[in-house]
């Protein structure tokens, strides 16, 4: 699914602009660092896609969904085809391992047997299949991290995106992170990544998009974290 | 189908994580039904009583000792407006009252000489011929006494209108708990997994899969409570109306099995309903707000 952002602010209230007419096209299949300072407006730009908010402005279009007018019904099938990995992982603590990456199978109707493979596999793909009976409060924040790619992932969504994922996590932690999504990448999803982290972004070479207060004041491809460009 | 599975299975975790909450729904929800259907069964009863009453449309009057029945009934006869005109010698009657008294009949010696009069008893066609009879009987110089349940309906009807009512109000007011009791502890589940509803949606659940083991959760606790109500309410009423019937054998209780099971059947019918209502309301809201963009 290609996304096509035209033209989106957002204004929040009290006059808070996050997002100033951005731009913004990315191809099925591409993988993307979001990049720029903390308030610039990437976890907006995230949540504009996710839906979870609305442009003041501008049009946004996911495959065959117009965001703008897309109805409650249709959200919900359009929001199985993302995998979301939340900036602070947003875990059911009282739910297992297994069961955090479970639910979101279950919430599309796949049957118990199908729900049990796919989950075992991909906990097996993240490297979590031995702490699946313990709950996320047991788990070091790395693995917290991985639970919620593959619950991001589990239902092999066409688009990932990935709010700092690496956030708080070592270096080579964070290696083991970006090595997933880009394999994850490689099957043939998208993959939008917003991150601080200039070490992996220059390290693992893809399409660089720069956000400063809420513009994109850079896009390149197989960019570095910060180009030549001088702020 | 596994969608049906899955929605079974986290309605009785619902049901169950917070099983005090439950039972205390359960017990409550009982409560209010059997104050419901105690106030249905009082004015069904009432409505039942003055059907009775209702039904005699028949005036008895006692004419003097001695006086010829039958001359005394070709007068009355043409009176008009008359249906059935029943004579009652003495004896008879007092056969009619040891009929009635049954196993106790033996009080009725004690009345030594037979004191009953001989008695016409005339059934007229409405409630309405029934004053102007009596009064054209009592002008009649073979009759002593005139009795007719005019007044006795009228007083019953009043009674019935108010008992009516009464439960009119206790309906409303029960409703209105049940409602809420139960809003309530579907609200208490909906906020304890606002977390889990959050998520859920945004990764793609409809609305419909979050909202159904809270709606479930609800209609399930209605049911139950007021099935419990239900049968509490009509196995009481069983044995409170044989010990009244006993005491007061000259009140006719309302004992149609049929009727009593369609109040039963009506009792749970309401308690699913406004499970439903309620936690529809409980939840369809907070579900709305969640998926709700900034
Ligand atoms: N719900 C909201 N209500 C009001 N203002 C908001 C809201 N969400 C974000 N903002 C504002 O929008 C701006 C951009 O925020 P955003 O979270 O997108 O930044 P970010 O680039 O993700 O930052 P960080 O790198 O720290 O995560 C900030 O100024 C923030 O205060
Ligand atoms: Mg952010």
């Known amino acids: 699914m290609d996304i096509r952002i035209s033209g989106v602010t957002k204004i929040f209230e009290g006059d808070i602009v996050a997002l100033d007419g951005v731009y913004l096209s990315v191809g099925a299949g591409e993988f993307v660092y979001l990049v720029g300072t903390t308030g610039s407006g990437k976890t907006t730009l995230l949540r504009v896609i996710s839906r979870e908010v609305l442009p003041t402005k501008g049009q946004v279009l996911v495959g065959e969904f117009d965001l703008r007018r897309i109805r409650y019904n249709d959200l919900a099938y359009y929001r199985r085809d993302l995998g979301i990995v939340f900036q602070d992982f947003r875990l059911l603590p009282h739910l297992t391992v297994f069961e955090n990456v479970a639910f979101i199978l279950e919430a599309m ?26 709950r996320p409060p047991q788990l070091s924040g790395g693995e917290q991290q991985r639970v919620a790619i593959a619950r991001a992932i589990v239902n092999a969504p066409a688009i990932l995106l990935a709010d700092e994922p690496t956030g708080n996590l070592d270096p080579r932690t964070s290696d083991e992170i970006v090595q997933l999504l880009t394999s994850i990448n490689a099957s043939g999803t998208t993959v939008i990544m917003a991150t601080h982290n200039q070490y992996l972004v220059d390290a693992y070479r893809h399409r660089v998009v720069e956000v400063h207060r809420g513009r994109i004041i850079r896009d390149e491809p197989q960019g570095r974290y910060m180009a030549d460009v001088d702020l | ?135 054209r009987l009592v002008a009649m110089a073979e009759v002593d006494d005139v009795v007719y349940a005019g007044g006795l309906a009228e007083k019953l009807s009043r009674l019935s209108s108010f008992v009516g009512r009464l439960s009119m109000a206790i309906l409303v007011i029960a409703i209105v708990a049940a409602v809420m009791v139960l809003f309530n502890t579907v609200r208490m589940a909906v906020y304890s997994r606002r977390d889990e509803i959050h998520v859920m949606l945004q990764v793609g659940a409809t609305q419909t899969y979050v909202a159904l083991p809270f709606v479930l959760q609800g209609m399930l606790l209605g049911m139950a409570g007021a099935a419990l109500a239900a049968l509490t309410l009509l196995k009481g009423y069983a044995s409170a109306v044989d010990v009244l019937a006993s005491t007061m054998p000259f009140l006719q209780f309302l004992r149609d099995g049929a009727l009593l099971a369609r109040l039963g059947v009506v009792l749970v019918g309401a308690g699913i309903s406004l499970g439903w209502i309620a936690s529809w309301l ?13």
């Open chain 2, 282 to 294: 409980a939840v369809v809201r907070f579900i709305r707000a969640a998926m709700k963009p900034l």
């Open chain 1, 109 to 134: 109707g796949v049957p118990p047997k199908e729900v049990r493979d796919r989950s075992g596999f991909i906990l097996e793909r993240v490297g979590m299949w031995h702490r699946r009976f313990l």
């Open chain 2, 1 to 135: 189908m596994s969608t049906f599975r899955y929605l079974m299975r986290d309605t009785f975790r619902l049901l169950f994580r917070h099983w005090g909450m439950s039972l205390l729904t359960l017990f409550s929800i009982s409560a209010v039904f059997f104050l419901l259907g105690a106030s249905s069964l009082l004015s069904l009863n009432a409505r039942h009583l003055l059907d009775n009453v209702e039904g005699q449309l028949t005036v008895q009057a006692y004419l003097k000792a001695g006086t010829d029945l039958a001359a005394a009934r070709d007068k009355v006869q043409s009176f008009g407006n008359i249906v059935q005109i029943t004579s009652v010698t003495p004896d008879e009657a007092l056969e009619r009252l040891k009929a009635r008294l049954g196993n106790r009949a033996e009080v009725v010696t004690l009345l030594g000489d037979n004191p009953l009069p001989p008695t016409l008893e005339i059934r007229v066609e409405r409630a309405s011929h029934v004053p102007p009879l009596a009064r």
